[in-house]
């Protein structure tokens, strides 16, 4: 005997996710990965750049990963297979929130009390980040949609992208951030840094004091990432902090690839990559393209910063 359960799980690479079609689910699960970002937050040690608040793509939804507690450790996964939120800890102890159509209100009420059942107790921030409108958590009765295929397609498509990065991560052996998913924004992104102090940033992002964006863009950045609300399924995006001289106008690649005056970033529609010939290559040489643009325009040390992984795990 195996063992093995099965479950319903994700049916393809590239899953198609008219972002019309999920706005709902979208905007109330975004909500809820902010409930449980402010528990690793609260909960968390400081790590540059907030490195210690994001969740990360796992083999069933989103995860916190370890989060101290005490002397135990626990975790948090969003399971779009199960459609549960699993909380476990080291005491070998679990709990369960059902994923289903429900106002924040009441997952965050349900999340809060499963942890003091745990002995996890913990006391949160209740007010979003990063969205205009910022009811905080215990009021939002506004949203309240979850749509389990469209809860899932999501996760397929964060699984298709945290593969690329990854890959597009492994070229580079300078400081890099991991592939994380920022609840603040909802996006998935992987950032690499020249090793430079970058300007002091002006901050400006909506509900989020100027200081923690400071520490966000401390030094010299090229970031890449998927946002799930723009364009017709979902947007890749490309940017360099600070912007250096001739960036917007770097050739950059595939054609469907281009330079967006209104967000300061390169843009590459997910629809285009899902659609390619090779999605995987097509993603990768967006890439590198606007990272090019950035390392080169920006006079990064590209030597001391890029290797190849093959040639690293070579016997030397």
Request: proline share 8%; net charge negative.
């Amino acid at each position: 005997m195996t063992g093995v359960h099965h479950r319903t799980g994700l049916s393809g690479d590239w899953p198609a996710l008219p972002v019309v079609e999920w706005t709902d689910t979208r905007d109330t699960l975004h909500m809820w990965t902010q409930v449980v970002g402010q528990i690793r937050l609260a909960c968390a040690p400081m790590v540059n750049h907030w490195w210690q608040v994001p969740l990360y793509v796992s083999p069933r939804g989103l995860t916190t990963s370890a989060v101290p507690h005490g002397s135990a450790l626990f975790d948090v996964e969003f399971d779009f297979c199960d459609h549960r939120l699993h909380i476990r800890s080291t005491s070998g102890e679990q709990r369960h929130v059902a994923l289903e159509p429900k106002p924040v209100a009441e997952f965050h009420r349900e999340t809060m009390a499963a942890l003091r059942e745990l002995g996890l107790g913990v006391s949160i921030r209740t007010t979003p980040n990063e969205v205009e409108e910022a009811i905080p958590f215990e009021e939002d009765t506004k949203h309240a949609s979850y749509d389990p295929d469209h809860a899932q397609r999501f996760w397929g498509q964060l699984v298709a992208a945290q593969r690329v990065f990854g890959e597009f991560r492994s070229r580079f052996i300078g400081k890099v951030s991991p592939v994380h998913f920022f609840w603040g924004a909802m996006d998935l992104a992987v950032t690499r840094f020249s090793g430079r102090p970058a300007p002091r940033h002006p901050g400006g992002a909506p509900h989020c004091p100027d200081w923690v964006m400071v520490e966000g863009y401390s030094h010299e950045l090229s970031s890449a990432g998927f946002w799930p609300g723009g364009g017709a399924e979902g947007m890749f995006y490309s940017y360099a902090y600070p912007e250096p001289p001739g960036y917007a106008e770097s050739p950059v690649r595939p054609e469907a690839a281009s330079y967006s005056a209104d967000f300061g970033e390169f843009l590459l529609p997910y629809k285009a990559v899902r659609t390619a010939s090779d999605p995987d290559g097509t993603l990768l040489e967006f890439l590198q393209f606007t990272y090019e643009a950035a390392a080169e325009r920006g006079s990064w040390d590209r030597e001391a910063l890029e290797d190849a992984p093959e040639r690293r795990a070579s016997a030397r």
